[in-house]
T-cell receptor, first 118, second 114 residues
Framework: EAQVTQNPRYLITVTGKKLTVTCSQN?????MSWYRQDPGLGLRQIYY???????DKGDVPEGYKVSRKEKRNFPLILESPSPNQTSLYFC?????????????????FGPGTRLTVL | SQQGEEDPQALSIQEGENATMNCSYK?????LQWYRQNSGRGLVHLIL?????REKHSGRLRVTLDTSKKSSSLLITASRAADTASYFC??????????????FGQGTELSVKP
C-alpha cells in the first residue's frame, strides 16, 4: 500500500531533550516536506527536500533540523525542544518538486505526530 | 500572508444539502488543489484543477477555478455525515522559486448533521 508513515504518533517530552520524528514513504517520491499545524495558524512548512541530500528551509525552520540521506526517509530532529514546539506535525511527499500544471505535486500526508513539550 | 484563504471558516449543514466552500489566492498559479482533513489526521488529496481549466468533477465534488478573480470553489453535493471534516485549498505559485511548494489556506470546517 502506498503510504507515508510517521513515528511516533504521540510524544510527550520535556524541554531540552533531543528527539527525532521519523518519516518514510514507499512511493519513490522526490519531494518531501514537514509541516506543523497549530490552531488559528493553519499548516506551516518547516523544511522540505527536493531530493536526496537536497534540503531547504520552509517558513518556520527555527529549532528544527532535517536530513535526507535516502530517498524514502526524511526525519525531523528537534535538538532542544521547547514548549512553543508543541504542535501537530505532518510529513508529506509528492512525486515531483516541479511546478507542473498537470500535477505531480499532489502531496501525500502521513498520519501526524502530536508532540507535547513540557 | 497566506496564499490561499478559505471562506467561510465554518459551515454547518444538514445531510443531503450541498456545501460550497471558496478559496482566494494572490499570485498566478500552475494548479490549485483541494484537500480534506478529518479531525487530527493527515490531509487527503481530493482534486486538482489546472490553471487552464475552469471546472472539474470527481464523484460528488465539483471544483471551479476563475483565474481572473484568483478564486476557486469546492461544491460537495448531497452531503453526508461522513463529509464532516476540514477542507483546505492549496496552491503552488509560478512566482515561487521553491518548486513543488504548496501554500495551504486556513481551511473551512464543515459539519454535516444527520
Amino acid at each position: 500500500e502506498a503510504q507515508v508513515t510517521q513515528n511516533p504518533r504521540y510524544l510527550i517530552t520535556v524541554t531540552g531533550k533531543k528527539l527525532t520524528v521519523t518519516c518514510s514513504q514507499n512511493m519513490n517520491h522526490e519531494y518531501m516536506s514537514w509541516y506543523r499545524q497549530d490552531p488559528g495558524l493553519g499548516l506551516r512548512q518547516i523544511y522540505y527536500s527536493m531530493n536526496v541530500e537536497v534540503t531547504d528551509k520552509g517558513d518556520v525552520p527555527e529549532g528544527y533540523k532535517v536530513s535526507r540521506k535516502e530517498k524514502r526517509n526524511f526525519p525531523l530532529i528537534l535538538e532542544s525542544p521547547s514548549p512553543n514546539q508543541t504542535s501537530l506535525y505532518f510529513c508529506a511527499s509528492s512525486l515531483t518538486y516541479l511546478p507542473l500544471a498537470g500535477g505531480g505535486n499532489e502531496q501525500f500526508f502521513g498520519p501526524g505526530t502530536r508532540l507535547t513539550v513540557l | 500572508s497566506q496564499q490561499g484563504e478559505e471562506d467561510p471558516q465554518a459551515l454547518s449543514i444538514q445531510e443531503g444539502e450541498n456545501a460550497t466552500m471558496n478559496c482566494s489566492y494572490k499570485t498566478s498559479i500552475n494548479n490549485l488543489q483541494w484537500y480534506r482533513q478529518n479531525s487530527g489526521r493527515g490531509l487527503v488529496h481530493l482534486i486538482l484543477i489546472r490553471s487552464n481549466e475552469r471546472e472539474k468533477h470527481s464523484g460528488r465534488l465539483r471544483v471551479t477555478l476563475d483565474t481572473s478573480k484568483k478564486s476557486s470553489s469546492l461544491l460537495i453535493t448531497a452531503s453526508r455525515a461522513a463529509d464532516t471534516a476540514s477542507y483546505f485549498c492549496a496552491t503552488d505559485s509560478t512566482t515561487y522559486n521553491q518548486g513543488g511548494k504548496l501554500i495551504f489556506g486556513q481551511g473551512t470546517e464543515l459539519s454535516v448533521k444527520p
